[in-house]
């Protein structure tokens, strides 16, 4: 069975500090791969997803992320967070055949300092 | 936004009576999901449709059923509300299985006393 481990509960960081957000899971092949992000008393918004070809994928607010086989992650970044960054991040996968829905990680609460 | 509409938003009910909660879509997708927002948790799935009157079970369907009669509504039953099934309900729909993204409704808030 597949499974999304992020590592951190809660991070915070500086206003116009680089972020870089931890996802690793567990398939035995390829899968696919999504980063979500979810503002207070909101739904889910796609940030960027990797399907295949290049492992550096970009998305939506200026958020990249990066596809490691080796190291089965899939961290997403961001040069210079902005205070409206602060939400919950949630990374999920997808086999890449077959008939799964997504499976997500527990999310990392992002806080944005002055 | 896709069209997805869940209702209601929020609810308050009593442990032991039935609760519904809807799920409708405009946009003619194929899958539709139900999972469950809990602190700690992440989003765990209850219950998927991959299509009219064809469902299957998710991680953490005990307790939990649904129906979809038509394309466009699905809909998950707590046939006797638990304190165990205070939570935040997000449905979500997608075109084709793993290969787009699902796009998720507002949630449902619904709180079992």
Not at chain 1, 17 to 27: H, K, Q, V
Not at chain 2, 49 to 65: F, I, L, N, P
Not at chain 2, 69 to 84: I, N, P
Request: with cysteine; glycine share 8%.
């Amino acid at each position: 069975a597949q499974s999304v481990t992020q590592p951190d509960i809660h991070i915070t960081v500086s206003e116009g500090a680089s972020l870089e957000l931890r996802c690793n899971y567990s398939y035995g092949a390829t899968p696919y791969l999504f980063w979500y992000v979810q503002s207070p008393g909101q739904g889910l918004q796609l940030l960027l997803k990797y399907f295949s070809g290049d492992t550096l994928v970009q998305g939506i607010k200026g958020f990249e992320a990066e596809f490691k086989r080796s190291q089965s992650s899939f961290n997403l970044r961001k040069p210079s967070v902005h205070w409206s960054d602060a939400a919950e991040y949630f990374c999920a996968v997808a086999q890449n055949s077959g008939n799964t829905p997504l499976v997500f990680g527990k999310g990392t609460r992002l806080s944005v300092i002055a | 936004d896709a069209g997805i509409t869940q209702s209601p938003r929020h609810k308050v009910t009593e442990t032991g009576t039935p609760v519904t909660l809807r799920c409708h879509q405009t946009e003619n997708h194929r899958y539709m999901y139900w999972y469950r927002q809990d602190p700690g948790h992440g989003l765990r799935l209850i219950h998927y449709s991959y299509g009219v009157k064809d469902t299957d079970k998710g991680e953490v369907s005990d307790g939990y059923s649904v129906s979809r009669s038509k394309t466009e509504d699905f809909l998950l039953t707590l046939e006797s509300a638990t304190s165990s099934q205070t939570s935040v309900y997000f449905c979500a729909i997608s075109d084709l299985l793993a290969y787009t993204e699902a796009f998720f409704g507002q949630g449902t808030r619904l709180t079992v006393v």
